[in-house]
Structure formats: structure tokens, C-alpha cells
């Protein structure tokens, strides 16, 4: 009988915060860690609701809910992106307050987690709405921001733009202009360089470690990427000019697949041309579900949550999988995929690039000293191979998955700040 930590299935198996409790109780279990601690430890210290009434185009008023959740902040002020999307709920933003604690905590930067998020549809909103939305949703929220307590980044369906808006608008309610409050700006307002790049830049280095752990050598290695945003459309390049062959990419809509590697950049141009796949000719157009149970080496989900689920974890036909998004493998695919061989590089450590040059976006905006591109790669290079053969060695040596191996490393790092700080009473 195996002696590693087993993660029970959560009760619902598409709810991210269960999911990610049960995660973290194994990690907990193998630490150790005291019950009252746990607690605190599994717990959101703060979280805001907040009504944003917007005058839409047409001139009528709309209200829309955003959220805030601040999971916890022992190692630093709380750090985490905001999402527009249709489906945003709050235990979704919970969870994923709550993997940016873990993430930060794994490639040991000081900050801790939260994330935001606001139910709106962004595809069906002018850029007008989306700017008055932010604005208003920035003002909702910003009792709780700041540059040493809570800094905001993009995630799904925001970007850069929208931090700027983000920016100005806590900029003019302080009268003063303050870069350090959020990261993911543009370069002409604070950001930095390689920003951008950087989570699809950490992706590719996670997978080119896993790929040598596995030893498979990168011009042997088919890639299948879900999603074609920041993360699978910036990743999928990276990883081609690591020399693998990216044989299918996706968006929202539908997957492209081509047995002979599709041309990545000229993909991403027609997608930055036409906004989506359809219409590419130079591949062959599949289902989305079908495009994950591909015949491939690495496969690298960068969508969304509860992709790999217990109905296709068994057609799964990759040996490798790459968790670009948060939380896109359920605890129960994730048995399923372990007793297969599966090996899979888990979100908080696979994505966390972005968050790390984040932290260096931030450093360099306190500072007003900026960095030069070689610089912050070369920085992000060490702090994702370093992250990386950490979180194997703590998976090695409590014999378990490199998920539970990445949440043993980070609870353990945070639940020891926490009790060196002590409880405030
Ligand atoms: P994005 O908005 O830039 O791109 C999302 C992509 O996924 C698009 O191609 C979209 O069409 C596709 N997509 C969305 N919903 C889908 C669905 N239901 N099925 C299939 N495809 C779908 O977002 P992003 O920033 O690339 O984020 C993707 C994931 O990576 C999210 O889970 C996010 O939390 C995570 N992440 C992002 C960053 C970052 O720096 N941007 C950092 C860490 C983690």
C-alpha cells in the first residue's frame, strides 16, 4: 500500500475552493501543522462585494458585482489579478485568492494572495463600459488596495489597459500618481519589461525541467495548448522556439490542430487580426473537447478551471501536463492521472512567472530604477529552476505528487511566518 498523503475528492467536484482545501489539508496533515493554525491558514481574511452601476452606451444604468478577496497576508500585501467573466463567483475568486498565498510562497516571493473578479461578459461590452466598469469597480474596492497591502494584476480578460484605468483611478483619488499599485501596466507607465511574456515565459521553463526529469528532449516533444490568451498564446511560442512542435492551440471557441506543428506566430497574428480561430486555413478545426484528448507529449491547459475532470482524465493521452491556468485539473482527474503516470506540473508552481516578474515590477516602480529584458529573464530563469527542483525535492521526500509537493513547500513556508508573527489579540 502507497504511504503517500492521499487528497480526498472534494464534495463538489467543479468547486475550486473545495478543491483547494483539500489540497491543502493533505499538505497541512503531512506538516503537521496545529488545527487552530490550519484554520486560519484555510481561511480568506478579507473579502468585499461590491455593486458597480454603470451608464452603458445606450444610456441606460446597469448594475454589475465585483469582488475582492484578500486570502491571506503574513509573507506581504496581498498580490493577485482580476477577471471579468460571465461565471466569476465568489468561491472561485476564493480559491483563487487563496493558490496566489501558495504561489507566492512557492517561488518565495514576498507577497500573499488575492484575486478579484467581476461577472460581466467583456465580449458583448464597448471599451468605453469596460473602462467605466473598472474605474467604478476600482473605486468599489480601493478601502482595501494599496501598494503595501493589496496589488492588483490582469488574469482573464483584462490586460494591461485595464490596469492603467486601474492605475489612474487610484492615482487620482490619492492626488498623486502611484505606479507600485498595480502590476501588469504598460511600459510607459511603470511596467516592466518582460511582464507580459512572463507567465507563458515560466510555463516554458517548468516544462523544459519536467521534459528533462521525463527525458524527452524538446524537438521529440508534440504540444498541445488549451487557450490562446496571455498565457497558451505567449507559452505556445516560447515552447516553439524551444524547438517542439505545438500540434493544435485553442480559444473560447474551438481548437486548430495540424499534425505538423502549426506556425505559432503566424497563428497569433491572425488571431490578433480577426480576434478569433475560426477562419484560420492552415489547420484542421476540432472541438474543443476533442483537442485536449490528443495524441501528444505535453499538454499545457491555459483557460480556465475544470478542464481535466474525472469524465476525459483517462482519454487524457499526454504525458505531461502543464497547468498554464489556475486550477484546470479537479482533485478527482488528478487520481485518475497519478495512478496513469502521469506527470503534472501544478498551477501554483507552473504559472508562477507572471506573479514573479510582477514582484519585480513592483521592486523596480518603488525603486524608480527599471531593469533591462536580459535582466529580469535571467532572474525569472532562476527563480522558476529553482522553484521547480524545490518543489521535487519536498515531493520526493514525502513521496507524493509534485502538486502536493508545491503545496507542502508553500503552506509550510507561510504557516512558519505566521507563527513567528503570532496571533494579534
Ligand atoms: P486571456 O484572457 O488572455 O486568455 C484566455 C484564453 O482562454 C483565450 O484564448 C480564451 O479564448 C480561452 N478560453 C477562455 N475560456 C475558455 C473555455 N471555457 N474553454 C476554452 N478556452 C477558453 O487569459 P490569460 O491571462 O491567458 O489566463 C489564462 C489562465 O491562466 C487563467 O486560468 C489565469 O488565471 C491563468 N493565469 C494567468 C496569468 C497571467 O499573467 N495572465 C498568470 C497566472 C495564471
Given amino acids: 500500500m502507497s504511504t503517500a498523503p492521499q487528497v480526498k475528492a472534494p464534495m463538489d467536484e467543479f468547486n475550486p475552493f473545495q478543491a483547494m482545501a483539500q489540497r491543502f489539508d493533505v499538505a497541512a496533515d503531512a506538516l503537521g501543522l496545529d488545527e487552530g493554525v490550519r484554520e486560519v491558514l484555510r481561511t480568506p481574511d478579507k473579502e468585499l462585494t461590491v455593486a458597480i452601476p454603470v451608464t452603458m452606451d445606450n444610456g441606460k444604468l446597469k448594475v454589475f ?9 503574513s509573507r506581504g500585501p496581498c498580490k ?7 461565471d466569476v463567483h465568489l468561491d472561485e475568486v476564493r480559491a483563487l485568492a487563496a493558490w496566489m498565498t501558495w504561489k507566492c510562497s512557492v517561488v518565495d516571493v514576498p507577497f500573499g494572495g488575492g484575486k478579484g473578479g467581476v461577472i460581466c461578459d467583456p465580449r458583448q461590452l464597448s471599451k468605453g463600459e469596460l473602462e467605466r466598469i473598472t474605474r467604478r469597480y476600482t473605486t468599489g474596492i480601493m478601502d482595501i488596495l494599496g501598494s503595501d497591502r493589496d496589488v492588483p494584476a490582469p488574469d482573464v480578460n ?17 492626488r498623486r500618481t502611484d505606479t507600485a499599485i498595480v502590476t501588469g501596466k504598460p511600459l510607459a507607465l511603470g511596467g516592466s519589461k518582460g511582464r507580459t511574456e ?59 490542430y495540424n499534425e505538423k506543428g502549426l506556425d505559432i506566430p503566424d497563428v497569433l497574428a491572425y488571431l490578433k487580426q480577426n480576434k478569433k480561430l475560426e477562419g484560420y486555413t492552415k489547420a484542421q478545426h476540432i472541438p474543443s473537447a476533442a483537442q485536449l484528448e490528443l495524441d501528444c507529449d505535453v499538454l ?12 476525459n482524465a483517462e482519454r487524457i493521452k499526454a504525458k505531461l501536463i502543464v497547468e498554464g491556468a489556475n486550477g484546470p485539473t479537479t482533485v478527482l482527474a488528478d487520481q485518475i492521472l497519478e495512478r496513469r503516470g502521469v506527470m503534472v506540473v501544478p498551477d ?18 518603488r525603486a524608480g530604477y527599471f531593469w533591462t529584458e536580459e535582466v529580469v529573464n535571467s532572474r525569472l530563469e532562476q527563480v522558476m529552476t529553482t522553484s521547480f527542483a524545490a518543489v521535487e525535492e519536498t515531493a520526493r521526500k514525502h513521496n507524493t505528487s509534485l502538486r502536493i509537493g508545491a503545496y507542502i513547500l508553500a503552506v509550510g513556508r507561510v504557516a512558519n511566518v505566521y507563527q513567528m508573527r503570532g496571533t494579534y489579540a
Avoid at 483584462?158 to 492603467?164: G, I, K, R, S
Avoid at 499545457?300 to 469524465?311: C, H, R, Y
Avoid at 504559472?351 to 515590477?361: L, Q
Fill in 348 to 365: 501554483i508552481l507552473a504559472n508562477a512567472g507572471g506573479v514573479t516578474v510582477s514582484y519585480f515590477e513592483w521592486v523596480q516602480d
Fill in 65 to 73: 458585482t465585483g469582488y475582492r478577496v484578500q486570502h491571506n497576508f
Fill in 158 to 174: 483584462t490586460n494591461e489597459q485595464t490596469m492603467a484605468w486601474l492605475m489612474d483611478t487610484w492615482s487620482m483619488h490619492v
Fill in 80 to 86: 493577485g489579478g482580476i477577471r471579468y467573466a460571465p
Fill in 198 to 256: 512572463a507567465t507563458g515565459r515560466g510555463v516554458m521553463i517548468v516544462t523544459r525541467e519536467a521534459l528533462k526529469k521525463l527525458g524527452i528532449r524538446p524537438e521529440n516533444t508534440r504540444v498541445v495548448v488549451q487557450g490562446s490568451g496571455n498565457v497558451g498564446g505567449i507559452g505556445a511560442m516560447l515552447l516553439a522556439r524551444e524547438g517542439m512542435k505545438i500540434v493544435s492551440i485553442s480559444d473560447i471557441y474551438g481548437a486548430i
Fill in 300 to 311: 499545457v491547459p491555459a483557460a480556465t478551471e475544470n478542464q481535466l475532470t474525472s469524465k
